[in-house]
């Protein structure tokens, strides 16, 4: 076996791994449960890696409208996702678990809900240590209903990342080098080999990501990563959009809408593209957003998405899947297409609230993990979003701390 491929082999073997461990844990919203939300910012990433002086933000709707009580509560869990050894009040100042206040009814929407939020930190919780966590969130029964992963970081170390054009042959068309330095010169590290284990995610997703145990040159203040075989994603094609802000006109990337019971939207047939196209995205993610209304969060109505693929885009023996932060990058049967015999096309329809939507479709590995060429080409021109996380855990210490992160976006890629 060629060296190269053996190398990229191992690594698969290794972030499966870590893919399967967040997989067990992760437990994803219900049906009843839409638009589930924990960010930074409002705009318009979803994924919270936040810094430590940052506050997290939750949101989720119960479509029952029932309001019911909910509780959060909040797990500490190492860089590969197993569960802390510490105790709550070594990392919680204040109380792990509360209740859930604020809460408020929808207005005037077809679909009726109950729209839950609240922060961390609060006056009842603030998170004290850097590192993976797990918000839970709680029925009336303490029972968990869902979760969110969560990654704390300080900034203690500085990183600077590169995306580059790969240069093994096979790769260049298709691929980017993720390329980066962790800055060490104001937080020496007495074994940088050992102590340390750095993480890359694509678009902010924790499953597809890569991981470096060992820098490749270390020359006393910061610390090179250049693997030009292992640190390679496929670049894919920009993601594709549509919206639905308007009920009463026309909305991007929809070939109609219609009423019945509820409000219900046809995305436009997809086609593989034949080249690059480049144009806007915001690289998977999504925004709540409703024309004519003053409050979206608790205005805008929940529409049937109709997501549809021509029957000769769809690989045969293929599960293809459409995915998104709006879904957590899931692959889970309510996001699986199927085939509709009397329309001719591949078909599954997901309730979303109002807004702005990116999507992609892909393939299931046999691994579980996301097939990003299986209905898409990849292109090395495609932006791209880049996130490195520096965990550090030195010898005789309890826990790791995830001490520094960057990013990068991968534009403009040109030879």
């Not at 590969?80 to 206040?101: C, T, V």
């Not at 109609?256 to 690059?276: C, G, I, K, N, Q």
């Amino acid at each position: 076996m060629q060296r190269g491929v053996w190398i990229f082999f191992t690594w698969m073997l290794w972030a499966s791994g870590l893919t399967a461990q967040l997989q067990t844990i992760y437990i994803p919203p219900p049906d009843y449960i839409g638009t589930a939300e924990c960010t930074v910012n409002d705009y318009p990433y979803k994924y919270a890696i936040a810094a430590m002086d940052e506050p997290v933000f939750v949101s989720f709707d119960d479509l029952y409208g029932d309001e019911k009580n909910y509780y959060y509560r909040i797990r500490r869990f190492d860089e590969n996702w197993h569960e802390s050894q510490l105790l709550p009040q070594e990392y919680i100042d204040g109380f792990d678990s509360a209740m859930i206040e604020d809460e408020e009814n929808s207005t005037a929407t077809l679909q009726p809900y109950t729209h839950y939020s609240f922060r961390i930190p609060n006056e009842n919780t603030r998170i004290t240590k850097s590192g993976n966590y797990l918000i839970e969130i709680l029925d009336e029964n303490e029972e968990p209903v869902f979760n969110f992963p969560v990654m704390i970081y300080e900034r203690s170390v500085t990183v600077g990342v590169q995306v580059k054009i790969p240069t093994l042959p096979d790769k260049i068309h298709s691929h980017q080098l993720v390329h980066f330095r962790v800055n060490i010169q104001h937080f020496p590290i007495v074994d940088p080999y050992s102590e340390l284990k750095v993480f890359v995610l694509k678009n902010e997703n924790p499953y597809d990501v890569r991981i470096f145990e060992k820098p490749v040159f270390n020359n006393g203040s910061s610390l090179d990563y250049y693997y030009p075989e292992k640190a390679l994603f496929p670049g894919g094609a920009e993601f594709y959009s549509f919206e639905t802000r308007n009920l009463r006109g026309y909305n991007r990337g929809l070939d109609s809408m219609r009423l019945h019971d509820f409000y219900e939207a046809y995305v436009t047939p997809y086609w593989p593209p034949a080249h690059y196209n480049d144009y806007k995205d915001i690289d998977g993610s999504y925004v709540v957003d409703s024309k004519h209304t003053d409050d979206a969060v608790l205005e805008a109505d929940y529409v049937l998405v109709h997501f549809r693929l021509p029957a000769d885009a769809v690989p045969e023996g293929k599960e293809v899947y459409v995915t998104g932060r709006f879904n957590q990058w899931r692959l889970e049967k309510k996001n699986r297409l199927r085939y509709n015999e009397k329309a001719g096309l591949y078909e599954v329809v997901i309730p979303l609230k109002q807004g702005y939507y990116d999507y992609y479709y892909v393939g299931k590995n046999s691994n579980g993990g996301i097939d990003w060429t299986a209905v898409i080409p990849s292109f090395f021109e495609t932006e791209n979003r880049y996130t490195v996380l520096v965990y550090y855990r030195p010898a005789g210490a309890r826990y790791s701390r995830l001490i520094g992160m960057g990013q990068a976006i991968s534009k403009p890629m040109s030879r």
